[in-house]
């Protein structure tokens, strides 16, 4: 797989989609990222800056709006190369909850039905999807046994929304290719970052641990408490959306 030319962004606003942005940018792709308050991103990213980038106003659980950022901006019959999706609700701690309880599950329920959409209307072309998860809900263990109260009791709900997310991906892997070779399903990248952290690029050695989830295999174990925002969104720009790595595998990712 080359580089992509274009890239929609879902979840920009956030650290990690924020890091890939910025990677992608750096490296002359064109951008659309569609954000609730585009000004959050405006913000760091203006256009007298950044040319290659547009930002488009919407909701992320609007097919319409995601539709929107998913045809190439060069060609009206395309879609664009690649989706990076690091959807994720923020912790209320005034409430000790998460507002949205099934933010991930909806968003990539509307990015699926947008793709669709347009193949219907005659927009051709098979983006890779970048969809950012998280550890924990492997079905073998990726975090410390000390974090166990912490994952599966403070961080239950956020990680049901993330485990109905990756089986909706996972059901498009099964899909596989239709009659004479057509392609169906969509072509998918997880990532499962352990908890992420603020601050700069850090330097440090990530390590990875590759599941198929499809054939429940894994390559090897990897056990980390944390991972920062900006070295999650360079990792994920660099493996999986600029070198094309790890098709239909889910990649735990920590120091």
Not at 93 to 110: E, G, Q, W, Y
């Amino acid at each position: 797989m080359s580089q992509p030319r274009s890239i929609a962004f879902l979840g920009a606003t956030g650290g990690s989609g924020r890091s890939t942005l910025r990677h992608a940018l750096a490296a002359g792709v064109t951008c659309t990222a569609l954000c609730r308050t585009p000004s959050k991103l405006a913000a760091d990213f203006p256009a007298s800056s950044h040319p290659r980038l547009t930002i488009r106003e919407g909701n992320a659980h609007s097919v319409d709006d995601v539709s929107a950022v998913l045809v190439d901006p060069s060609d009206p019959t395309r879609l664009v190369d690649a989706v990076s999706f690091s959807i994720g609700g923020a912790f209320d701690f005034s409430r000790m909850a998460i507002p949205d309880r099934d933010v991930c599950n909806k968003a990539l329920t509307a990015l699926l039905e947008a793709l669709r959409g347009l193949r219907a209307r005659g927009v051709v072309g098979r983006p890779r999807l970048s969809v950012v998860s998280t550890n924990g809900i492997a079905d073998r263990r990726d975090f410390p046994l000390l974090a166990y109260p912490l994952y599966h009791y403070m961080l239950k709900i956020p990680h049901d929304d993330k485990r109905v997310m990756e089986d909706a991906l996972f059901r498009e892997a099964a899909r596989g290719e239709g009659e004479e070779g057509e392609e169906e399903g969509e072509a998918w990248t997880i990532v499962r970052p352990s908890l992420l952290t603020d601050g700069a690029l850090s330097g440090k050695t990530i390590r990875c641990s590759v599941n198929d989830p499809i054939a429940r295999t894994w390559d090897n174990d990897v056990v980390g408490w944390t991972i920062s925002r900006e070295d999650v969104g360079k990792w994920m720009w660099e493996n999986v959306l600029r070198d094309g790595k790890y098709l239909y595998k889910a990649v735990s990712i920590t120091y």
